[in-house]
């Protein structure tokens, strides 16, 4: 395990060549990894991510959790997310980088794509697989964008952002997810603030009573809506949220434990170890060795 932390890169730090535009990258995967061989190892992005593959097998790891590489298969990972892959021979497909501004400039909700299921930013609803019928579909509209990213002229970054819109639709409609979205609005509105509010104050707020307050419902109906949204409970979703960040702190072996702890606002090193083993069946110690 390397001693520095996860690098975290942005999108002109990742360009093929000249880009688009700062804030969209479109590429060949293959080609992708080729120029960017560490990429293979862990590292967060501090856009949104999606990764399409066509062929080719092997495993992707996202937040800690492995998921097997198949055709067909895209990943979606907002900014934030740690993850690395590990392929099995010749791997092709498609990646694309995107920063929210790139919407923002032509979409009046700054958090549009935040609709989308697979943007939820947990790892498990991020990986889509396409019915066999859609893939050739999915594919020839990255190659529109590739079309327009070599072809530069006046109005191509517009038609970047309506491909790019398309695509996630497309994905959408091709997973059954629209009408699932459609059919509850206000219950998925509840469920993306509760998500948005625990992901900005995990640290100071770990009662469910603290986030009910904050979304004007009460305790007891904010536990049986996520339970039955997602099959766990508010306290559960603020527990995974806190252990994400722990994990992710862990993978920087010059943080010390004591650090660790403080960082996430437990009372003392020996609270936030319990914790830690009660969730997960071993300790921060045997955690980060498991990672060297």
């Known amino acids: 395990m390397s001693k520095a932390l996860i690098p975290t890169y942005d999108i002109c730090s990742l360009a093929l060549g000249k880009p688009a535009s700062e804030d969209l990258l479109v590429a060949k995967f293959e080609e992708y990894l080729e120029a960017h061989k560490d990429i293979r190892f862990p590292h967060r992005h501090s856009f949104y991510h999606l990764a399409f593959f066509t062929d080719g097998g092997g495993t992707h790891t996202i937040d800690f959790e492995r998921f097997p590489v198949k055709k067909g298969q895209l990943y979606f990972m907002t900014p934030g997310q740690v993850h690395s892959w590990f392929f099995s021979g010749k791997i092709t497909g498609y990646v694309m980088n995107v920063s929210a501004a790139f919407f923002n400039a032509f979409l009046k909700d700054d958090n549009y794509i935040e609709r989308f299921p697979f943007f939820s930013g947990v790892s498990a ?22 079309e327009e990213v070599n072809r530069g002229t ?35 509105l509840l469920l993306r603030n509760f998500r948005k509010l625990v992901d900005q104050h995990y640290m100071q707020l770990k009662l469910p009573k603290e986030y009910a307050a ?17 099959g766990k409970s508010a306290g559960e979703i603020i527990r995974d ?44 110690e045997e955690f980060r060795k498991n990672l060297a």
């Open 214 to 230: 904050l979304l004007y419902v009460t305790p007891n109906y904010l536990n049986a809506f996520c339970r039955h949204m997602l």
């Open 125 to 146: 609803e991020g990986v889509v697989q396409l019915p066999q019928e859609k893939i050739r579909g999915i594919a020839d509209l990255f190659e529109r964008m590739l």
């Open 241 to 284: 949220r806190v252990l994400l960040e722990a994990k992710r702190l862990l993978t920087n072996a010059d943080m010390s434990i004591a650090s660790i702890a403080w960082q996430l606002n437990f009372a003392d090193n020996s609270y936030f170890t319990k914790f830690f083993k009660k969730y997960t069946g071993i300790t921060p």
């Open 154 to 188: 006046l109005y191509s970054i517009d038609m970047l952002r309506l491909l790019t819109l398309e695509l996630f639709i497309q994905v959408s409609r091709a997973t059954s997810q629209e009408g699932v979205k459609q059919e509850l609005p206000h219950n998925y």
